[in-house]
């Protein structure tokens, strides 16, 4: 999914090489697939997991373009773009919930973890706090259960 992002960009284009803020602008602005926030985190990620590199300042593909099919109606599913874990996702609404800084959620979630003495995985220890301020763990359950088994 990634990959065809990038890769629509580029044809769209046709070129090789883009600057970021280029390939952000195409993917918020042209396609309208994104904010512009979340364009520059897609491009982000994208050179994050190698499929974009710098060459000369400009960012280019590390995979051939023409390989990657694109089909005409193809619109790009954010949530498979970004794979979040349900320990992840606990955290966000956490930070949410509480207006903490999601660093400070993971290090409250670790120090509760401790006092288990390890006994209960993360994404447990995470559901429990998530319950004690008061948010509805029940959608999470089911998630964490396939997750930890």
Not at 89 to 118: A, C, H, R, Y
């Amino acid at each position: 999914m990634l990959a065809q992002t990038i890769a629509s960009a580029f044809k769209s284009r046709g070129k090789r090489r883009l600057s970021k803020s280029d390939l952000t602008y195409i993917l918020s602005f042209d396609f309208k697939w994104f904010s512009h926030s979340l364009s520059k985190k897609v491009v982000e990620e994208a050179i994050k997991n190698g499929l974009l590199t710098f060459n000369e300042g400009k960012l280019e593909p590390t995979f051939d373009l023409k390989s990657v099919e694109i089909p005409v109606d193809f619109k790009p599913d954010i949530k498979r773009i970004f794979t979040f874990s349900v320990f992840d996702e606990l955290v966000e609404l956490i930070s949410e919930k509480t207006g903490q800084e999601k660093s400070l959620v993971v290090s409250m979630v670790n120090k509760k973890q401790d006092e288990f003495k390890g006994s209960l995985s993360a994404e447990v220890v995470a559901l429990l706090y998530a319950k004690e301020i008061g948010i509805d763990i029940k959608p999470f359950i089911p998630k964490v259960r396939d997750e930890i088994l």
